[in-house]
């Protein structure tokens, strides 16, 4: 946790909540992202996503981690542990500054995401990176 004055920020899950818009805007602009380019993006989540990469790349003290981080993940988006990388890069971006940490919140709460599920043995997620399953007596095989 991280507490200035009465905030109370847990990086950890902001820096999680991050990655998603992230990976999205990565997934489209691939390496191109590190540049600072007008996006007209259809998807509101990559528009996101761009915004976010685009201010944490221009917070004071950037050391590069950050960008070699989201050129490596532009080769596969979809590399669980390249993505795992990005995370830990932005988490700590954000323990170094307190004003990232605002301006992001305030990206995030901008954003409104609504899931539902209905009916019977209905999924409702955001995400799903796993198997999702909704029979009674299915198998699955690896």
Known sequence: MWV?????????????????????AIS???AAILTRLETDAADSSVN????????????RGGDGEIESAVT?????????????????RIKSALLADSDLVKDIQAMLSQTHVSINASG????????????ANTGDSATIQR
């Open 28 to 30: 489209v602009y691939g």
């Open 72 to 88: 490596d993940l532009a080769e596969d988006p979809n590399d669980t542990d390249l993505q795992a990388v990005l995370r830990v």
């Open 4 to 24: 200035k004055g009465r905030a109370v920020v847990d990086i950890q899950t902001l820096s999680a909540d991050i990655v998603p818009y992230a990976v999205s």
């Open 48 to 59: 996101l996503g761009y915004r976010i990469v685009q201010r944490i790349l221009g917070r």
């Open 120 to 131: 019977e043995k209905s999924i409702a997620a955001q995400t799903i990176t796993g198997i």
